[in-house]
């Protein structure tokens, strides 16, 4: 089974909101905290967010009044829920899972299970 599975995406307007999903069940999911990146062509993978086995969350400052993390424990899935979109969130999303917590969920490196990634489009 393959760990992570993302659905979501696609293409929006400048100004609308739109929900990631992360489903994490080919994982024990109390085990892992699950981020979230975004990847624009020719720059390197950008951290978004992250939420730890026990709900606590942590957003990057640019995003943490746009965005918002949640896991669901019952259904094993994680969402990033993105409002007030602007062309500039256009990337490839992807959700990750790792044991650690701290600093070190900013760090890609520390994640060892990936999604397949879903595009966001944000139209002005």
């Known amino acids: 089974q393959v760990p992570l599975v993302q659905s979501g995406g696609g293409l929006v307007q400048a100004g609308d909101s739109l929900r990631l999903s992360c489903d994490v069940s080919?994982?024990?999911?109390?085990?892992?905290?699950v981020g979230w990146f975004r990847q624009t062509p020719g720059k390197d993978r950008e951290f978004v967010g992250a939420?730890?086995?026990?709900?606590?969350?942590y957003l990057e400052d640019s995003l943490r009044s746009r965005f918002a993390i949640s896991r669901d424990n019952a259904r094993s899935m994680v969402y990033l829920q993105m409002s007030s979109l602007k062309p500039e969130d256009t990337a490839e999303y992807y959700c990750?899972?790792?044991?650690?917590?701290?600093?070190?969920?900013?760090?890609?490196?520390?994640?060892?299970?990936w999604g397949q990634g879903t595009q966001v489009t944000v139209s002005s």
């Open positions: 990750a899972a790792t044991r650690s917590w701290g600093p070190a969920i900013k760090n890609r490196y520390n994640y060892a299970h």
């Open positions: 080919g994982l024990t999911f109390s085990s892992y905290a």
């Open positions: 939420v730890s086995w026990s709900g606590d969350t």
